[in-house]
């Protein structure tokens, strides 16, 4: 027997001395063996077999006080040595032993005093605390984990009496092995030392005896770091893989074997690499192990490697693991493995890997939903109406499809792809989901433009274009509160909805579908949102060619004039201004605004870049701005007491891959008023299969003007973007948001006791990616549990990047982050200029007020270009 059976069995004994009956419940059956030889001088021992009945039918002698004669016995005054063994729980047996229990003592898991506590865990430290104290509490943890059992801490009780570590312990302040092992692993620190006092030959046997781990007694301090650190790092590596699966070249590596040794050095290892302390040192050794070793080339099965974070190649290996899932048709597994290892050790540490997995947890996404949209698109009722309400309203609506898809496209636009092939499998999945996107556009276009027609042009339940202002804008100018139209030229509906989100903390928030007047251009969209367009529009022709639409007496052919035919419908104060204005507000344009009792704000940034920019990339980045802006705006108003916002626009807008000159088709000619890509205005001309005609009294509009629509995706041949397009039939050109917003009661807590506290794991930046940790904390009561913050990359005073991505709380529209209290928060930055920049500053700012919360700087840049 061992040291701990040895103080076990002294613990009972004193017990049985003392009161003579002894109850022993075991539901860990920790001590099942034990109690086949336990022996102590003149004590019976009792097991439970099977039944209660015949184990109490055993003990009833012992309970006797009186013969056969009924006289007393002569001992009756002595209690009898008894130990009645249960392996079970004590609530277990339904307290059948408590006549037992109430004539003796109980010993069990947990029971108080200690010198009654069986839990084995509690043994062991006991005894290790005398023999091994360094060892002891990572004894113990092992033992609550199950991983050592009694005949194990026997047996490790004599192995560790033998060990000396006094030198190791002068050296490094303690004698754990998992603690020197660690110190040295990341440390030079105490090379000299080892040297002068000749330690290697102590620190080998500790780590032999404690970890499993070889060293060379003789070796110097620097070649036995190596040796420790391909041991620690192949042991957590090797130990994740079944047999069959290690690779052979491995197999003659002298690792730790035994259950015990490997639970110490898989710890280790998790501590090595969480410990910001130890963190620097650990990607050193993870670098160097794998290069070293070659392990980058390892083909090891992937399902075995998800929970590991040992080498930076395993990150590599489930990413290319993760696009073949997309290829292969597996969205769903690519989906589990980007939830899994988004926010990886290996992901954090090199930031393009946490945008690689942005881009796969997109990628399927819309591969997911698209599927379900075209399994859901063969059993939906062929109404208009039943279309647009899958689009736009439930927990999943199809119109996430699209903001997927543009999260995506602006995720790829900043991946800076490699030139080396590393990236082949990436490419080929972009380019199968951006088909994929097309086919389930296609087919919903298809499909709502076949019930579409059916319906007669009509959508019934939704809100008109035409009635946005006399429903949602009059009555707040009517009941004289101060109110903000502000109309967003191609506001497709999921901006607006992802907008909405973002400012639910702040306003009280509708988000209403509005079916956008047909034809889906701006000249028709914006006159919509006119005061009395709820009357009726004309479409006609203005002098010069151009289509203008005609309210009443009025023809409003562009913004000025649109400007000034609203400014003539009220009789009120308007302030009239562009959303660029909003942004930085001169106190002149404050003034106004405070003065006025309507804000009309127009923005056609989306509209202009989409039909104008070169770079589709260029473009997708702007539009993202636009929604940053957007908000800022509005918080801009909120402060200059506008207490009512409605927000909408003219039309929405498709923008996917570019067409191909096969989808291209001949418009039907005749006399042309205007022609778009998806759209043509006039007269005459000649019918085709591949679009439909109708007259403007068909859509609701007078005049004698004739329309022609695509009926696909396909585009009229015609000038202009080859992937951006509005004007046609679609849920995406005419399903708009009406966002309407009162501002809550600040909670006047909310800006007391804040910080935002930045930190940064390397010394520089190196690449256009780099990451930096901010970690939101309070002081005092009442602080608020989250924060929404805008963060900013600076060089020379000028914005010189944006965050690409944080750990959580990020959106993807607006790049607004939101802190929880007291847990960090890794921020991608990405780097938009390099230039010459010698170093840059990382700043953090309320969402809300634009108050700095904290600043980093300066960062060095060294780039190399």
């Known amino acids: ?156 009780s004599i192995e560790v009496e033998g060990i000396t570590t006094g030198t190791v312990k002068i050296i490094f302040g303690t004698a754990s092995a998992v603690d020197v092992a660690l110190d040295f692993a990341a440390s030079a620190e105490h090379d000299e030392a080892i040297l002068a006092k000749q330690a290697m030959p102590e620190l080998a046997g500790l780590f032999h005896s404690d970890l ?97 974070e040992t080498f930076p ?85 199809w119109c996430l499809l699209d903001t997927y898809y543009r999260h995506l496209e602006g995720q790829y636009s900043t991946f800076d792809l490699g030139l080396g092939g590393e990236h082949d499998e990436l490419e080929k999945v972009i380019t199968r989901v951006r088909q994929d996107y097309t086919k389930t556009v296609e087919h919903c276009v298809e499909a709502f433009i076949s019930v579409f027609e059916a319906s007669d042009f009509e959508i019934k339940d939704y809100l008109p274009h035409g009635s946005v202002y006399i429903q949602h804008v009059s009555p707040h100018i009517v009941g004289n509160e101060k109110v903000a139209y502000i109309l967003v030229d191609a506001l497709r509906f999921e901006m607006g909805r992802e907008l909405a989100e973002g400012l639910t903390d702040e306003f009280d928030i509708r988000l209403l579908p509005c079916i956008a007047h047909l034809p889906t251009i701006t000249t028709v969209g914006m006159a919509a949102l006119m005061p009395g367009a709820e009357n009726g529009m004309e479409l006609v022709q203005a002098p010069g060619g151009k289509i203008a639409i005609g309210i009443g007496s009025s023809t409003l052919k562009d913004r000025a004039g649109r400007l000034k035919y609203f400014e003539g419908c009220l009789n009120k104060k308007i302030e009239k201004c562009k959303l660029n204005d909003l942004i930085k507000p001169s106190k002149k344009r404050q003034a106004k605004i405070k003065d006025a009792d309507v804000v009309l704000v127009t923005s056609q940034e989306i509209d202009r870049r989409g039909e104008e920019a070169e770079d589709e990339d260029e473009t997708r980045l702007f539009m993202e701005e636009v929604l940053d802006k957007l908000r800022r705006g509005i918080r801009c108003l909120v402060s200059l007491g506008v207490i009512r916002f409605v927000i909408t626009a003219d039309h929405g807008h498709l923008f996917g891959e570019t067409i191909e000159s096969g989808m291209k088709m001949d418009p039907p000619g005749g006399i042309t008023a205007e022609l778009h890509r998806r759209v043509w205005i006039g007269k005459g001309g000649k019918a085709g299969e591949g679009f439909i005609r109708v007259s403007a009294s068909q859509l609701g509009l007078g005049g004698d003007l004739e329309l022609a629509f695509p009926r696909s995706l396909a585009c009229f041949k015609a000038g202009g973007s080859t992937a951006y397009f509005h004007g046609g039939i679609s849920l995406q050109e005419m399903v708009i948001p009406v966002i309407l917003l009162k501002p809550k009661e600040a909670e006047p807590h909310a800006q007391i006791g804040r910080a935002v506290k930045l930190s940064m794991d390397k010394p520089k930046v190196t690449t256009r990616f780099f990451s930096v940790t901010a970690t939101y904390t309070t002081e005092g009561l009442f602080t608020a549990e989250e924060i929404r913050v805008k963060v900013a990359v600076r060089a020379r005073q000028k914005d010189a990047g944006f965050a690409a991505m944080s750990v959580y709380g990020f959106e993807e529209g607006t790049k607004e982050i939101v802190l929880q209290k007291n847990r960090p928060n890794p921020i991608t930055f990405m780097l938009s200029d390099v230039g010459d920049i010698k170093s840059v500053s990382v700043h953090v700012l309320d969402a809300v007020s634009q108050l700095e919360l904290a600043r980093l700087e300066p960062i060095p840049v060294a780039i190399a270009i």
């Open 212 to 308: 499993g781990i070889e060293l060379e007694p003789e070796a110097d301090p620097v070649t036995a770091r190596k040796t420790l650190w391909r041991a620690i790092l192949m042991t957590e590596l090797l130990s994740a893989l079944p047999e069959e699966a290690r690779p052979a070249e491995f197999s003659s590596m002298a690792l730790p074997d035994r259950p015990e040794h490997v639970d110490k050095v898989l710890h280790l290892c998790n501590v090595w690499r969480n410990r910001v302390d130890y963190r620097k040192a650990y990607i050193e050794a993870a670098r160097a192990t794998e290069s070293e070793l070659g392990l980058s080339g390892l083909d090891l099965p992937t399902d075995k490697l998800i929970d590991l």
């Open 1 to 156: 027997m061992g040291k701990v059976t040895d103080c076990l069995l002294s613990l009972i004994a004193k017990q049985v001395n003392d009161k003579g009956i002894v109850v022993w419940y075991d539901p860990e059956k920790a001590y099942t063996k034990i109690i086949e030889k336990l022996s102590v001088p003149e004590t019976t021992v009792l097991s439970f077999e099977d039944s209660f009945f015949r184990l109490r039918e055993q003990i009833e002698p012992f309970l006797e006080f009186v013969d056969d004669s009924e006289k007393p016995k002569p001992d009756c005054g002595v209690p009898p040595k008894l130990i009645v063994y249960i392996p079970k729980g004590r609530s277990d047996t339904h307290y059948a032993m408590v006549e037992v229990e109430m004539a003796g003592i109980v010993l069990e898991p947990g029971a108080h005093p200690w010198q009654r506590n069986t839990r084995l865990r509690v043994i062991a430290e006991q005894v290790f605390k005398k023999i091994a104290p360094d060892s002891a509490v990572d004894i113990a943890r092992q033992v609550e984990e199950g991983i050592l059992t009694l005949e194990e801490l026997d047996k490790l």
């Open 313 to 397: 190649f395993l990150e590599k290996a489930l990413l290319l693991c993760a696009d073949r899932c997309l290829l292969d048709g597996s969205p769903h597994e690519a989906f589990r493995l980007a939830q899994e290892r988004k926010n990886s050790f290996w992901s954090l540490e090199e930031p393009t890997n946490q945008l690689r997995w942005a881009l796969v947890e997109n990628n399927a996404h819309i591969l997911i939903l698209g599927e379900r949209i075209r399994a859901e698109l063969i059993k939906l009722k062929k109404s208009p109406e039943f279309f647009v309400h899958a689009y736009t309203e439930g927990k999943n609506p």
